[in-house]
Every structure is written in C-alpha cells, then in structure tokens.
C-alpha cells in the first residue's frame, strides 16, 4: 500500500519569508508521480505543482519549488516570496501509473501567512 | 474545457434520509471520474472511481453507492445517510493525456 505522511499539521510564516513544508511517502512502485496541491478557504482543490519520479531535476512553479530526494521518499514544498494567498492548506499527493491515477493524500499542512 | 460542476454545493440531511450528489464534467470524452471524501481535520479519502459509463470501483466499504449513467456524469447516493456520512464531498476527472487530477468546487454535506 502506498502511503503519503506530512508530519507538521500547521505552519506559520511571515509575509515574503520562505517556507518548507515537508512530505515522505511509502511505495515500491518504479513508475510514480507527486504532487502539492492547495486548498485555500473557499476548499476548492488547485494543483500547485507535480513531480515525475524518472526526472531527477526538481520542479518549479514560479515561487514554488520542490526538493525530491527519491531515496529517501522525500518530496518538501519550498515557498519563496510567499503571500497573504498563499493562505492555505497544502496537501501532498502520490499516484502511479497502475492505479488509474488514483491520488494517495496525506492529511495536509495548514500554513498561515501573517502580514 | 476541465470544469467540472457540482451540485448541491451545500446539504443538511436528517439521518436516515436518503443522498444524491452529482457531479458532470466538461471536456473530452471518457474522462476517469472519482469521488473524494474530506471530513474535518483530516485529509482526502477515495471513494470511488470510474474509468468509463456503468464501471464503478469502490475503495472503502460504506453505506454509500456510485453510478456513471452518462459519460460525464458521476452521481454519489446513499439510500440512508449515517451522522459519520457529514464531510466534504468532492468530484475530480483525469485531466486528458496526463496524470492530473482536476477538481470541482465540493459539496458539503451536514448529517444531523
């Protein structure tokens, strides 16, 4: 079974300070994919960034960037420059080619980005 | 076009009722659907999926059901709603040639 675990349930931060927020997951499948994806107040899902597990180079979205250590099944969420929007409960997910793309979540991280 | 629409956005049921979520989608044909529970404080669980019209795969044993009549419609029911059925409901599709999923805005569903 594969499992996603985000072991800090809140975070603060200050506005345009950087941020991590951190990630592991448990798989033994070869060909997977991860993701962040943001669940601001009004709860609608949105995909804020997605990683390939065959591509060693990390992926960036704008301010947000990630740092996938495939070994170690690590896959933290850097936020630069972050904002009063970026407000948010922030949700690292994990599916694999076999599965129908279904996505594993893990139980989220609620960052607060104060003024 | 990946919108995908859901309705109602928000429900109160007495236990005991019965439940019709819908969910239809915009885009290419054949989209995989599935339906994602969220309850408070804890994170998405899968509930269904479906990877085309009258196939339903179900992930957790519940008093809750499944159909896709129409290729873009998915429809979550229960024919009696249990206080532990309260959350957040929410409908995704695949989004075409890759592995994203795109999500709709969510049904919230209160059990009293």
């Known amino acids: 079974a594969q499992t996603v675990t985000q072991s800090q349930p809140e975070m603060s931060v200050q506005e345009a300070e950087t941020v991590t927020l951190s990630c592991t997951y448990d798989t033994s499948e070869n060909n997977y994919y991860l993701f962040w994806y943001k669940q601001p107040p009004s709860r609608q899902m949105i995909l804020v960034i997605r990683q390939e597990a065959y591509k060693q180079q990390n992926a960036t979205e704008n301010r947000f960037s990630v740092n996938f250590q495939k070994a170690a099944k690590s896959f933290s969420l850097k936020i630069s420059d972050s904002q009063l929007g970026d407000t948010a409960m922030y949700f690292c997910a994990f599916t694999w080619g076999g599965s129908n793309y279904k996505l594993t979540f893990g139980k989220g991280t609620l960052l607060t980005v104060n003024p | 076009s990946q919108t995908i629409h859901q309705w109602p956005a928000t429900l109160v049921q007495p236990v005991g009722s019965p439940l019709s979520l819908e969910c239809t989608v915009e885009?290419?044909?054949?989209?995989?659907l599935y339906w994602y529970r969220q309850a408070a404080g804890r994170g998405l669980q899968l509930l269904f999926y479906?990877?085309?019209?009258?196939?339903i795969s179900s992930e957790v044993p519940q008093n809750l059901s499944a159909s896709r009549p129409q290729d873009r419609q998915f429809i979550l029911s229960s024919k009696k709603l249990l206080l532990s059925d309260s959350g957040f409901y929410l409908c995704a599709r695949g989004k075409d040639g890759a592995n994203v999923l795109t999500f709709g805005a969510g049904s919230r569903l209160t059990v009293l």
């Open positions: 479906s990877v085309g019209i009258g196939q």
């Open positions: 885009g290419t044909s054949n989209p995989n």
